[in-house]
């Protein structure tokens, strides 16, 4: 285990140093990642204003939402994100390349050209959960605080997961990354909002199909000590870091089985 991280560490250090030979075009970069998220917040907060409240959830409580997704979005992106562009690296030929190098290929790839200047959309996001939690009435016992920093890992870890196994369709299907990205950024949209605003039918789908409600929806209805709107029962709120652990299981089988599928280009 400890090979991988130090691999990790040492190939997303060198991009860094790279990209650290050009700070202003770095910081510029970083920045326009920090307007993006802090956009797409505005526009919830316009939503939810406006309309005073949505499914019994009013402004504050939807940028707790908010927050914790964007905020587990941007960390798996930062940690992972790369990984889709396992199809190109297919089609190019390069992931030959990772295969012979004595570095795990899935490290190389998440790895290839990382940025720091993803962290711009953490930054925003995490002020976010802070101003939210900030002006909630939130009951703060000792298990609420020290759950809250399992629940945004365990949150990162089910997004990191999410986007492996939705790189691995590239093994199978060449061209699949929009496929891929529509449950990665898709699901990232669908978790801004509190999920009681889509309807059962969608909250029953990201709850067991693709478990991304443990991403913020879940997490928040326990910091905010609200019963599920829809009548789920209550231990599913503490089930944020079961699921991670289960999803990343699933991506390591359905990684290796990419990998055994996996056919040279011959380039």
Not at 98 to 124: E, H, Y
Request: charged share 15%.
């Amino acid at each position: 285990m400890a090979d991988p991280l130090r691999a990790y560490a040492l190939l997303a250090w060198t991009w860094c140093r790279a990209l650290a030979q050009y700070p202003l075009s770095l910081a510029l970069l970083t920045a326009a990642q920090a307007v993006a998220v802090a956009a797409e917040l505005a526009a919830v907060m316009f939503v939810f204003t406006r309309a005073g409240e949505l499914a019994g959830f009013g402004a504050r409580e939807a940028l707790l939402v908010y927050g914790l997704a964007a905020l587990a979005f941007s960390l798996a992106d930062l940690l992972l994100g790369s990984v889709e562009r396992l199809g190109e690296h297919i089609r190019l030929g390069s992931f030959d390349t990772m295969l012979v190098r004595p570095v795990s290929p899935l490290v190389q790839l998440a790895t290839d050209q990382f940025s720091p200047r993803r962290l711009g959309k953490a930054v925003p996001a995490l002020g976010a959960v802070v101003v939210a939690l900030a002006g909630l009435d939130v009951d703060w016992t000792v298990q609420r605080a020290l759950l809250l920093p399992v629940l945004v890992v365990s949150g990162t870890v089910v997004c990191c997961a999410v986007w492996v196994i939705g790189a691995c369709v590239q093994f199978f299907v060449l061209d699949a990354r929009e496929v891929a990205n529509s449950v990665t950024y898709g699901g990232q949209a669908l978790t801004e909002y509190p999920l009681a605003v889509y309807g059962r039918k969608v909250v029953y789908a990201a709850t067991f199909a693709v478990p991304l409600a443990f991403v913020s929806w879940q997490p928040a209805l326990y910091l905010l000590d609200r019963p599920d709107p829809f009548g789920l029962p209550a231990w599913l709120r503490f089930a944020s870091p079961a699921v991670a652990a289960v999803l990343c299981l699933a991506a390591a089988a359905v990684w290796r089985t990419g990998l055994r599928r996996y056919r040279s280009t011959g380039s």
